[in-house]
């Protein structure tokens, strides 16, 4: 356990410190109070005070090492006993070093007798002082340990969530992937083996990155492009899809497979149900420190506006919640033949 002032840049400078005040202090009020000359008072200061900054620095130890498994009645008791012990040693030390330089002096024998009492006065409040000093340093340290092991959890059962959430995903994308590629067998083989490729490619992606990584919208555009035109393998004609995207967002980050469960809702509710071509709108610009991703489809209104409560729009939901701490970063709107999906993304996390 590092000892809390040698854990501190300027240590050394702050041991000087108190030693040069306290040893001006006790040698200022033997002079003016005791009526002993300069030198005698000032030799005694700055014994007495470098014995206490010795032994002050020393009781860490029984005092730090003493918390861990102790009683609060152990405790107390710990630290009487060392900060008795401690005064015991600080007056006895100190006062036979300074009758071994100041014993001839009768005066000062004479003095020092008289104000015993007060030094040890002095040594209980001064010991007091350093050992409390020392237990709030345990006590903000444990508490500092308390707070980053908490951050840690948190931050792993983050982890978990969105793991879960991409296990979920995933097998979802690649389950409706597979059922296309198998009905293309038949009548499209070649158009069945460029979806197998790209869907290599888009797979390959997948595994590269996790939600928890942001990446650039330009890569993740490239992505979506990539599903666009496996889809299109599969409906032909029927999908039609635009981008409109502000050269500033091109830079921009987002979470890494953000977007692609969003157009498979998509096409989910526009094309599942329909024999008319159906477009999918995505646009993308930049608000203040935010990201505004729009995406739109037509649907048929005479089957109800769809809810979009799919498990790509809650694990999307749940995805930026855990990363940035916030709620409403995605809202749906259902409206009369249309279907929005509005997602903003904080540019800092």
């Known amino acids: 356990m590092l000892h809390p002032v040698l854990a501190q840049r300027h240590s050394t400078l702050l041991l000087v410190g108190f030693w040069v005040t306290h040893a ?15 030198y005698e008072s000032a030799v005694d200061g700055a014994v007495y005070n470098a014995v206490l900054v010795v032994l002050g620095f020393a ?3 029984p005092v730090g090492y003493a918390r861990r498994n102790c009683t609060v009645p152990r405790l107390v008791l710990n630290n009487m006993m060392v900060g008795g012990g401690a005064i015991v040693i600080w007056l006895v030390v ?3 070093v300074s009758r071994l330089w100041l014993g001839d002096n009768p005066e000062y024998v004479a003095l020092a007798s008289r104000i015993l009492p007060l030094r040890v006065v002095w040594g209980i409040d001064h010991f007091a002082m350093i050992m409390g000093m020392y237990h709030f340093f345990v006590f903000y340290r444990d508490l500092e340990q308390k707070r980053l092991q908490e951050e840690v959890l948190k931050k792993q059962i983050k982890e978990s969530e969105l793991k879960s959430l991409k296990a979920q995903l995933n097998p979802h994308f690649l389950f409706n992937s597979l059922n296309s590629v198998s009905a293309l067998t038949i009548t499209n083989p070649e158009g069945a083996r460029n979806m197998i490729n790209q ?19 330009r890569d993740e555009l490239q992505n979506i492009r990539r599903y666009m035109d ?11 899809y635009e981008e409109e995207v502000d050269e500033a ?11 692609q469960p969003l157009f498979e809702n998509a096409i989910k509710h526009g094309l599942y149900e329909s024999l008319t071509p159906v477009t999918v709108k995505a646009k993308f610009a930049m608000s203040h420190d935010s990201l505004d991703v729009l ?5 048929d209104a005479s089957d109800g506006s769809p809810t979009g409560a799919g498990l790509g729009i809650k694990n999307t939901v749940n995805i930026l919640r855990n990363l940035y701490n916030r709620e409403g970063l995605l809202k749906t709107i259902p409206c009369d033949g249309f279907f929005e999906v509005r997602l903003t993304i904080p540019q800092t996390l």
């Open 230 to 240: 496996i889809e299109r393998v599969r409906f032909g004609d029927l999908l039609i």
């Open 199 to 217: 869907l290599s490619e888009l797979l390959r992606y997948g595994l590269k990155n996790k939600h928890t990584d942001l990446i650039s919208v």
């Open 249 to 259: 967002c091109l830079d921009l980050k987002l979470p890494a497979m953000i977007l």
């Open 24 to 38: 001006s202090v006790m040698a200022i009020l033997l002079h003016v109070y005791g009526d002993l000359p300069w």
């Open 295 to 299: 995406l739109v489809n037509n649907c």
């Open 94 to 96: 100190s006062g036979v």
């Open 59 to 61: 009781v860490w130890f």
